[in-house]
């Protein structure tokens, strides 16, 4: 009987050769007209893909599959569109960033009706979170803050930032928040303290806009400025960055991107600087 031993080293290499790395596949792109589209947000029954169209002052509601536009609504009166979430009913929020305020919309299929508006201590804001308590959250780039309504009352507020962009919630109930002016990424309780900052190497954000979280708390977010997507482990650890750093057009390519949305193993991506939403396979096993 022969017997091997690994030396660690030895044993170090194998795994390191025999794991995979994480990848991203480019999938499609979209051809409708899309004018610097920014966050995107799928219906809860996962029908339609609802898209910020900034340029155009309205959402713009996608087939996820194909990509095709099938409805939009808001551009009689909606104006710098920049963020869209749904709540535990179905309810549609809206950041209308330009009216300074957050529209809701009761929808059916793909028509929507106006039904409210939030617009207290907010100026500006770009992007919106209903979260799983009840509460909807809101920064406003403007003003600098993030505001929690509850009933439509402010019940908490975070000053002192810099140009907030994207809300999204964790699996227990905490809150990243893109600090786009201040070049990070911040973890709030539900109270709106600051828990974590995300900032500096490996990162190196520039401008990062809006994100997404996975259930085992991995964030994919969109860093504007250096025309990358970048993924990040919950403990902090980079795992993937999806773009060359330079402006772009192409499979893993991207100019000035803003909105991130994920179901399963699929991505998809606001190439907005290119007027479209690209969509990616990834792996990261």
């Known amino acids: 009987m022969f017997r091997i031993v690994l030396s660690a080293v030895a044993m170090l290499a194998l795994t390191q050769a025999t794991a995979a790395d994480p990848t991203a596949t480019f999938v499609s792109a ?6 610097n589209p920014h966050d995107l947000k799928l219906s809860p029954d996962g029908k339609y ?3 910020s169209d900034v340029g155009n002052n309205r959402v713009a509601i996608l087939d996820p599959d194909s990509l095709a536009m099938v409805g939009e609504f808001g551009a009689d009166h ?3 569109t920049h963020d869209v979430d749904f709540d535990n009913h179905g309810r549609v929020y809206v950041a209308d960033t330009h009216n300074n305020r957050v529209t809701i919309y009761a ?3 793909t028509a929507v009706t106006l039904t409210g508006e939030l617009s207290k201590r907010i100026r500006g804001p770009e992007g919106v979170l209903a979260h799983a308590n009840g509460r909807i959250y809101v920064a406003g780039a403007w003003s600098g803050n993030v505001v929690a309504y509850a009933a439509g009352k402010v019940v908490a507020e975070l000053r002192g930032l810099s140009s907030p962009h994207d809300l999204e919630a964790t699996a227990n109930g905490d809150i990243w928040l893109a600090d786009a002016g201040n070049n990070r990424m911040l973890l709030l309780s539900a109270d709106l303290e600051i828990k974590r900052e995300l900032k500096g190497a490996p990162y ?3 401008g990062v806009r809006y994100q997404d979280v996975l259930s085992d708390g991995t964030v994919i977010a969109a860093d504007k400025n250096s025309h990358t997507v970048k993924f990040i482990a919950e403990d902090g650890t980079l795992l993937l960055v999806l773009g ?3 402006a772009g057009k192409g499979p893993g390519k991207f100019t000035t991107p803003e909105g991130v949305e994920v179901r399963g193993d699929t991505l998809w991506i606001s190439d907005s600087g290119n007027d479209r939403i690209v969509k990616y396979r990834f792996n990261l096993n």
């Open 30 to 35: 979209s051809t409708v007209e899309l004018e």
């Open 49 to 51: 893909l609802l898209v």
């Open 78 to 80: 909606q104006s710098g």
């Open 107 to 109: 929808m059916d299929g």
């Open 204 to 206: 190196n954000f520039n």
């Open 244 to 246: 060359d750093g330079k």
